[in-house]
């Protein structure tokens, strides 16, 4: 077999040496009762050149960035990945290796990681950062939690363009330690309104997505306040991460912890996953923070290494009163961002998000003109809005559709209340024309 | 000990061709190489950002400057060349399975095909938007159904959710779906049984879903006995958390008789599956009375561990827990529906969601590819070479390193430093200087109940002789630990760098770099 | 020397941390790995044929039991982890430009962009085949002749064959067509003259065209001058190969008389494009008075050398030559013949052929990629400060290694160990010591003109810092030759193997692995 | 600069180092009149993004396996690549090295040469084999060039069957130290015939393809007799070197050398190349062989060890009395080639060899039996083999072409005399089913 070496050669030398007469007799602690007596029922194994050609023909079924110019983003962002990410993330030295526990033959993956918190506190505004979380969701439950036991409170107050999909897993996870989720109502304008009425002495935090859901920019001053006022944390969850190079830092404007997704740094839209969730917060509050942590340290001669600590925060040591239960997280994606990030660096990095707002102003502008269509939200934007469309957001999208575009997301299961609108995102990948294409078709005016 | 001759001599250690040379591992050279940001040059650039071709903008002007970051810290500047060189040297510090034996216990550090690689990387999979309409990702939503079917087949369980996104997000979404089974019930239960052996994933995750954990001992034969299960069991308590094969390596040769007990007091039974790779194709889980589990694709299903993730950690379920999966899940359609799949989030007695999407679907496609590769056959001869490996690692090593257990393992033998005593060598330094003979230490302390435990997991990718050379290796440490105790008690000698001080960091946390000045 | 200050200290060099650190480089772990064959084990299988869906059918059967062969010799078996562990392991064992700098002179040895392998592994260009009709190859047909014209444009040629693998093919065209230009003027020649200081393959290229060769010598400025060659021209000589810059490094700055000289008894004057990168939109070969010239792809356009190959030649010529190119040529349609672009086989005056096909066509690609990407200002950018770095290393290790020249270099130096003389440290030490500081060695004993020479190219690709470092290694092996001599002369100390006996191995060649028994 | 790290801050400084006032400054060694004064005239430089669509639009108007069936071999053969052949392959440590003249630092390259050599010389029967010639067509050339050094003869003798363009490289290269070509003819079953008439005392050597060009199988016997008779050398070439895997071995049939293309093991068609020289001969003949070779040696302490070996043949020690004027070679893809073959090993390569066997004889079987097909050609084949149409070469691939099959190439300009016919190739990546898809397109019976 290709990838089990022994040989039934093989097989008879080592049973000679164990002593035992068969591979059978090794299962012996398991009662018979309890045994398959059966084949699986599965599809016999095939050759590699079979299973690639079987996975081909389902992967040829599905719309990509190789087949369709997307506009759809809504928490997951098509952007350019260079050459370069695939191509160091994709060693074997990063791949095929394990959780660094074992730091003098890890030091790649440990330094690695290392740098990564270190740019993402530059980003955030913040002093600590993790090795990661699973996505943006559970990130942000996670940060919630977090703040649960700093502050020994149960309420959780949400703006209201936190993602739904987020708000969800949020309300899954904060409800066994006995959190409840208060979420805020959306203005005219598209941003949270009413914070202060919801926050009260009950209240752990305050998350706010920036940019919210609906692409408008929150005042995240004003969250502040509120969250000072009554002793509560105030979490930033970001989900389009390319926002922070072009947005004040959320530590700078007062944020307790940032939370979110880095997906747009280097890692595939892969149909939802695997993604990487981030968490930054200050420096007071680490030994409450979930997730693993590098730090520095020196070896026997002095000599400068990295090394996975604060542990006894995990779940390895601490078991049942660990901050967190997570242990396997998205080690090979914050590589690929650490990777990313390394290559745009700060100026390529403004750029590109300068680019993308470019995109969303020229679109925004051209949706102003475009007989039907309409832009109902008033608010600022980064590189996501959305577009009230003349008929309803599925024929819109149909439409395109037939364009070859995948042109955003339709907002009916979302926001009703905005009439027909879909959630448009224009980034790097989109050029001019093709947004004067989309909204063609959104209006039904063109092809 | 038969066949001692018969194992090939490792490469390269016949006299005049050992010097410098440790069994598999040699002296040589590492490449030196600094932080990036101790690499940065102002002006150095990575990446092109493409022209514009929209009106330029100037976002102060219309987010208001108070919006608008003015720089941003933290990244470095460096061109193309140096990034890959950086990268590509640090990753030269790194241990890892496609360069050899990864004995790590409980981790099941198998070879990771690369067609799965390609596999995951096909524009349909890995290039499409988890929002895009149904219609235009049927392909992978088909994958999805299939894998679905595969793992309840394989587990013997009824239902499947791929969406955790590790093996402790599937714990969490078991045992909340333990939970919600109970309250659907009109049963209140706080209590959750834990094997002292269990990993920390399992309390942790049951605390997380707001239960009291109790702790079961293990019988010294590190087996769970009926009798500590009966005693601790009561209606108080919602679940047993069992894993099978256990931390020891053993089969919890009473499995249908703990989970008897466990379901006469209206309990359920989780299974933690981080140990399947044992029983592929030999038991099932759903089988023994298992009620809900998670699979370690990362595991099992050999998906790279990519240096700590991203895994997979899909949940199966018996028909009692299917109505409390989390949403969504991928549906068959059907009749008036039409053919094809859809995503059906309409689950009223869901747990809710878990992930943003459907959990790590690259992942998903890479462990379908290794289903698919091995077939029923293949699965269950994995599952037995695993166990032959183990067995034939404890009973090469038992007479150097007093196993903690008796008797036929499963897929990994937990070993000890008892001899050691006297010497003053520890586990941690037989693990150490593993790294000077060419190989990554075992997995270390645990589990908790054994003292000095080196466990060790081969899993079916090692073969006879390298087997034979890993033995060596600590047939030959073993010797150094008596004749020249320093020489492992110092070791590594051949790394980069030698033994790290975890206790500094951990008392003067250094998290990250900042400038000189800024210390 | 003004500025050494300034020069970063590389990392990790301070008292406490200098510990087993040379420089860049350390010491670390290698892994030992044994041949294919001696991993090999009966029965193993590495890769799974498909299932055969027609009639099977017994080969000896249908074509004689004697034209079938009974067993395959020489190949191993393995499985598939035991292959890709194999050729991981081996690959740490080399030196790479990904690593760091790689100072071979004449063979730039710049940095390969990530995003010319993706380029060249678009399915349209790599699983194409030669000869599908035209109609279902415009994509790479019309790529290939942009590419023609681009690099006509940097070369000041008229027109390209992309044909030649490489360098030496590309030589080879060039001659083919020189003798086939005078031969089509009824003008029998039987000589060329070639420069002491150029390049092996000029005069074997030459001698393969069936020329006699006559060397020139360099001055003692290690230019080529008017005088010699004037004294060496006749009717009888076919042509001049040049190489500008050439092998010490220096722009030939009398080419424009050397040229006139050669043309004017009739000859003509073939261009070695190998150092090229010196003059990328500074200056032009086909401005200087060269009438045809090879491009090494792999060099100058950053297609990477793969360990030795593959590499690409193209050739390029001014209109006189042009009849002779060899066949095909990539032809743009027009008018009746329809749009899109064809292979051109009727070119009646050609050379021939020289490839089976049309060339290392995935090369062109890579090579296309970074035209594209650079664009004319990032050309002359690579031209300038590969020029730049050769000066700065030259002036920073002048003082310490006798320098073989005077005055501005242009892409590379050549030093000697001219100052080492009664340590007994010689060139070859040097070279091998560099090993140990973490660098490959540069060219070593070429040009043959030069004694001891040491020839460094370090390329666009390094930064200041990294040339800094890598003056900081020369420059503590110049100590070390002076205080502790022996240390330099049995360097490697720390690769796996050290110094290899060549002699030896010449002596009594062992080309292939043999089992035991049969050696 | 991306690829070019130094900043005009780094240049300042060093010109300050340099004692030289600009950049211009160095280039003074260039007269004044040869210095381009414009700047180049190409397209300017765009992002990595612009540059992969740009291809990427080419790439996509090519026909490919992605896209399309091939039944089209004539000397590069469409075969599966199992995915660890790319994953190896394209490390770093082997992609961006250089030639091993430092063995020491580049014992990974040379370990594998050696690896190759060694398998080369179990597949052909031979004792030598070198580090790769740059494709099938130049290493036949270089062969008969060796033949003619070792003989001091000027003549070749031809089979009829050697791939046509490999006959004009042949005849490129041998012109200039005076060899001169000669073909035999081809018999009606396909084979050469009346070799006996064309050897005489001033022939170097006898080439013959196996298979040949029309895919029939040569009598090599027949071939070796007049050779040994004339004292002339045989020397076989092989375009489709997976026929070494079922055919009886060269060497052991009498051939001094073996050249050819290993193309089929692992390397790409890539539109004709990079592809894969080989030379293997007697160990007798190897001080005139061209190309590279590794050798086994010893280190200071006895450790084993390779090195490039018998260099005083090659240029760069010899210059023009070397014995060929290669220097850079096709050393990535002999690696590639022995990574496929360490991952078939003996019996993966026979089974892939016989299932290749088993497609030409299903597919011949039933072009017997459909009406407007012919086999021209009695001799047996390996996996490739002529067609006889109804109409006419193209009009029948024409056909093929709008099923989405590259149906074989047209033989009316390589051989009119079997009228309207194609050569088709079976390996294992075309099914019984577009077998039967192909001969009812050729036939013009289907669809
Ligand atoms: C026995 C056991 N259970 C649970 C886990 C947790 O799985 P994961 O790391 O995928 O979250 C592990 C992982 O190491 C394990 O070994
Ligand atoms: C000056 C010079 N000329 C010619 C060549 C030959 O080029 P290739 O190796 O591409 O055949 C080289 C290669 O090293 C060279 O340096």
């Known amino acids: 077999m290709r990838f089990v070496p022994n040989t039934n050669a093989d097989v008879a030398t080592m049973l000679e040496r164990i002593g035992v007469p068969s591979v059978e007799a090794l299962f012996s602690p398991i009662p018979a009762r309890a045994r398959l007596s059966r084949a699986l029922d599965l599809p016999p194994g095939a050759s590699e050149q079979e299973v690639l050609a079987e996975l081909g023909t389902l992967a040829g079924r599905d719309a990509s960035l190789a087949s369709h110019r997307y506009f759809l983003g809504a928490g997951v962002y098509p952007h350019f990945i260079p050459a370069a990410v695939d191509a160091l993330a994709s060693r074997a030295e990063f791949t095929t290796s394990y959780t660094p526990y074992q730091p003098e033959i890890s030091q790649g993956t440990l330094q690695a990681i290392f740098e990564w918190q270190t740019m993402i506190c530059g980003l955030t505004g913040l002093d600590v950062a993790n090795a990661s979380l699973y996505d943006g969701a559970s990130a942000t439950a996670e940060a919630a939690l977090m703040a649960m036991r700093l502050t020994r409170r149960p309420k959780i107050v949400i703006s209201a363009g936190l993602h739904p999909h987020y708000r969800d897993v949020l309300g899954t996870y904060v409800g066994g330690p006995g959190g409840k989720v208060v979420s805020a109502t959306r203005s005219q304008d598209g941003r949270t309104c009413a914070l202060a009425s919801l926050v009260d002495e009950e209240t752990a935090c305050i998350i706010v997505q920036q940019p919210a859901f609906l692409g408008v920019l929150e005042d995240l001053a004003a969250a502040e306040a509120v969250a000072r006022e009554h002793g509560a944390l105030l979490i930033v969850c970001v989900t389009e991460a390319l926002s922070l190079a072009l947005l004040r830092a959320p530590g700078d404007l007062g944020a307790d912890v940032v939370c979110g997704e880095a997906q747009s740094f280097g890692v595939p839209m892969g149909f939802g996953g695997p993604h990487l969730g981030l968490l930054a917060a200050r420096a007071a509050h680490v030994r409450q923070m979930p997730g693993r942590l590098v730090g520095e340290t020196v070896d026997g001669q002095g000599r400068r290494g990295f090394v996975l600590t604060l542990s006894t925060r995990e779940q390895h040591i601490r078991r049942e009163r660990a901050t967190s239960n997570i242990c396997t997280n998205q080690g090979l994606m914050l590589l690929r961002a650490t990777i990313y990030l390394a290559l745009l660096g700060p100026r390529g990095l403004r750029r590109l998000a300068e680019l993308n707002f470019a995109k969303a102003e020229y679109a925004k502008a051209q949706v102003a003109r475009t007989p039907g269509l309409r832009l109902p939200l008033a608010a600022p934007t980064f590189n996501e809005f959305v577009v009230g469309v003349p008929d309803s957001g599925a024929a819109a999208l149909a439409r395109a559709q037939s364009a070859g575009i995948v042109g955003g997301l339709d907002l009916a299961p979302y926001a009703d209340d905005l009439g027909p609108a879909v959630l448009v995102c224009t980034t790097e990948l989109v050029s001019r024309s093709d947004i004067d294409r989309l909204l063609a078709a959104l209006a039904g005016s063109g092809r | ?161 791929l969406q955790p996104a590790a093996g402790a997000q599937g714990e969490l979404a078991g045992v909340m779906m333990i939970r919600a089974y109970h309250e659907s019930r009109g049963d209140r239960r706080s ?329």
Not at chain 2, 234 to 253: H, I, R, Y
Request: with cysteine.
């Open chain 2, 1 to 161: 000990m038969s066949g001692e001759s018969g194992a090939p001599k490792p490469h390269g250690t016949d006299s005049a061709a050992s010097i410098g040379r440790v069994g598999h591992g040699a002296r040589g050279i590492a490449y030196e190489e600094p932080l990036l940001f101790e690499r940065s040059r102002p002006g150095r650039e990575g990446c092109r950002v493409p022209a514009s071709d929209v009106p330029s903008v100037v976002a102060a002007d219309r987010l208001g400057a108070a919006a608008v970051r003015e720089d941003l810290p933290g990244l470095p500047e460096l061109s193309e060349v140096e990034v890959v060189r950086h990268f590509t040297r640090i990753s030269t510090w790194n241990y890892a399975v496609d360069l050899g034996l990864y004995p790590l216990g409980s981790c099941t550090m198998k070879y990771n095909p690369k067609l799965n690689e390609v596999a995951a990387s096909l524009p349909g999979f890995a290039h499409a938007h988890p929002l895009q309409p149904a219609s235009l990702s049927q392909g992978i939503l088909a994958l999805l159904h299939d894998l679905e079917r595969h793992l309840a087949e394989v587990s013997g369980m009824d239902r499947v959710s």
């Open chain 2, 191 to 519: 209590k959750v049984l834990i094997p002292d052996s269990a990993h920390g994933t399992n309390p942790a995750s049951a605390a997380l879903s707001g239960y009291t954990c109790v702790s079961v001992p293990s019988g010294p034969d590190g087996l769970l006995h009926p009798e500590q299960v009966a005693e601790a069991m009561s209606e108080d308590v919602a679940a047993l958390m069992l894993t099978n094969p256990n931390t020891l390596g053993l089969f919890e040769t009473h499995v249908l008789e703990i989970c008897e007990i466990v379901h006469a007091k209206g309990g359920l039974v989780y299974g933690d599956g981080a140990n399947l790779n044992a029983l592929l194709g030999i038991a099932r889980p759903g089988d023994l009375g298992i009620d809900v589990m998670h699979f370690n694709l990362h595991k099992t299903f050999s998906t790279p561990h990519g240096g700590g993730g991203p895994g997979a950690g899909p949940v199966g379920v018996k028909n009692s827990l299917a109505p409390f999966l989390p949403v969504p899940v991928v549906r068959r359609l059907g009749g008036s529906e039409g053919e094809g799949f859809a995503l059906d989030y309409e689950f009223p007695r869901s747990i809710g969601r878990l992930h943003a999407n459907f959990g790590n679907v690259g992942m998903l496609v890479r462990a379908f590819a290794y289903l698919r590769s091995l077939g029923p056959d293949g699965l269950r001869r994995c599952g037995e070479m695993a166990v032959l490996n183990a067995n034939y690692l404890l009973a090469r090593l038992a007479t150097a390193y007093a196993p903690a257990t008796t008797g036929p393992v499963m897929h990994e033998c937990v070993l000890t430093d008892r001899l050691f005593e006297g010497t003053g060598v520890t586990t941690m330094d037989v693990a150490k200087r593993l790294i000077d003979h060419g190989y990554h230490p075992p997995t270390i302390y645990f589990p908790l109940i054994v003292h000095g435990a080196l466990m060790i997991e081969p899993t079916e990718s090692e073969s006879l002789e390298g087997l034979d050379q890993f033995v060596a290796a600590l047939l030959e440490i073993a010797r150094e630990a008596r004749e020249e105790p320093d020489l492992v008690r110092g070791a590594p000698h051949h790394t980069r760098v030698s033994r790290l001080d975890e206790t500094r960091a951990a008392r003067r946390p250094v998290l990250r770099w900042q400038p000189a000045g800024e210390r």
